[in-house]
């Protein structure tokens, strides 16, 4: 079993190799589909997880984008907006 975790470890790490991970903005974005998604709990919000999913698609899209440069503009733009 330690081996096979230690392996699946070593595979994700290539397969994460130059794409652009984590970073403020996807933490916010995740946060805000994680409300959308626990707003959608409620009744009159079902629509709500609808929002919630893309919010996290685009999470997602942005963690696995090889397009580093791109990535790296947008958080800054974002960190300048809010002052982080």
Avoid at 55 to 65: A, D, N, P, V
Avoid at 71 to 83: A, D, M, P, V, Y
Wanted: with cysteine; hydrophobic share 45%; proline share 1%.
């Amino acid at each position: 079993m330690r081996n096979f975790l230690q392996n699946l470890g070593y595979k994700m790490q290539g397969f994460m190799q130059g794409r652009y991970g984590d970073d403020e903005l996807n933490r916010v974005i995740t946060a805000a589909g994680l409300v959308c998604v626990l707003a959608s709990c409620i009744g009159i919000l079902r629509f709500m997880s609808i929002p919630g999913m893309l919010l996290f698609g685009w999470s997602i899209f942005r963690m696995l984008s090889r397009n580093v440069y791109k990535r790296q503009l947008e958080n800054r733009k974002f960190l300048s907006i809010t002052g982080g």
